[in-house]
Structures are given as C-alpha cells and as structure tokens.
C-alpha cells in the first residue's frame, strides 16, 4: 500500500478528521483542497488499486455512502457533486493518479466536463493515438478496462450522468485536479505544495458526525 495514502489516513484518524466510516469504506476531507470547502475523499478500508476493483457486495453499500454524501453536500452548502476517480498505473500509461490505492474524490460545485472533452481532443497529438468516453451505469466497463491490460478515467457529473473513457496515452498527475484548478482561477493544484490545512479544518468543523 502506498505509504503516502497510508499517512494520510492515519493523520485524518488520528486528529479526529475522520467524517465517517461504514463497513467498508472511509471518507475523510482531502489534503489540497484548493479553498474548496467540503472537498472529500472516499477511501476503502482495504487496499485495492482502483475503485473498479472493489467486491461486487461493496458496490451497493458505496453507492448508498455517495447518495448520502451528495444530500448532505447539497443541504449544506446547496451544491451539486463532481465525482471523479484517475484510475490505476497500468504499464506506461500513467493514469493522472498520484496515491495507488482507489479513492473518489468528491468536490461541491465543480463541474470540468466540457474542460475534460476539450482536454482529451486536444492531446490527439500522434498519429494512432485514440481516447473512447462511454456512459456507463456502475463500474463495469471500468473493471472491463482493467482486465483488458488498460487504465481509466471515471466521471460523474454534477447531474449525476457516470462516464468512462479509456485512452493510449498518459495524461498529468492529478489529471482532474488540475483541471478543477483551472476552472476555478488558481494554481494551487498540487496537494503535497499545498495542503490547504485552513480549508480542511473547515471542512471537518461542517460535515463532522452529520453523514
């Protein structure tokens, strides 16, 4: 298990940052929030390179967590979710992942898809590079992908439509953090540069014991 993740759910235990625990899962508020207020992640207690990987029993219970996630994000700070996941390391294509253990991230009132359609077109720089983007229901086109020898990217947008894309070449660390960096007019991208401790803190004092 990566070691860094493994420090930063200790720290989040440890310090009573700890938002929730089911049986399965964790969520804690996310180092780099970028001044986002209630930026969260959602973490399996055991390790497993991507959410696609998880047991099938799982799935019904993480899906229940986002449902109440995404209520309370929206009671709270009248938001809607961007839901996002960079998928694992797989050979040379670096999947935008920087911590190899499956973790969402959850963001109140981001919204990149249009920025993330744009992106994938514009990095067709070689001849017989390709990405593919499907609609997708659950993760099974995701776990498809993994089986297969390929990486992933997952989306849900803020009108809760889940997508999938598949491409055959790397994308940048933190893939879609920067994208929500840049949608939102700051460099700050970086979680291990900026931590952003005054925005967890924030995040901990307003969501702490209500999921």
């Not at 440890?14 to 929730?20: A, I, Y």
């Not at 508020?29 to 099938?56: A, F, N």
């Not at 989306?155 to 999938?164: I, R, S």
Request: with cysteine; aromatic share 10%.
């Amino acid at each position: 298990m990566n070691q860094t993740y493994c420090c930063q759910l200790a720290s989040a235990i440890e310090q009573d940052r700890l938002l929730c625990k089911t049986s399965n899962f964790f969520v804690i508020p996310t180092l780099g929030s970028m001044g986002i207020e209630g930026y969260i992640l959602v973490i399996p207690k055991i390790h497993y390179p991507s959410i696609s990987q998880i047991p099938d029993p799982h799935q019904s219970e993480l899906n229940e967590l986002l449902s109440n996630i995404k209520r309370l994000i929206k009671l709270e700070y009248n938001l809607s979710t961007l839901i996002f996941e960079h998928g694992p390391r797989i050979g040379n294509l670096d999947s935008g992942q920087s911590v190899d253990h499956a973790h969402l991230h959850i963001i109140p009132g981001a919204d990149i898809t249009k920025n993330w359609a744009v992106d994938l077109m514009m990095r067709l720089g070689h001849k017989g590079q390709f990405y593919r983007v499907d609609r997708v229901e659950g993760l099974d086109k995701a776990r498809d992908l993994i089986l297969s020898g390929s990486s992933y990217l997952y989306m849900q947008t803020p009108e809760g439509v889940e997508l999938v894309s598949e491409q055959n070449f790397p994308r940048p660390p933190q893939y879609f953090r920067t994208m929500v960096a840049n949608k939102i007019k700051t460099e700050k991208w970086d979680w291990r540069q900026f931590p952003d401790y005054k925005t967890l803190e924030k995040t901990v004092e307003r969501l702490h014991g209500k999921l």
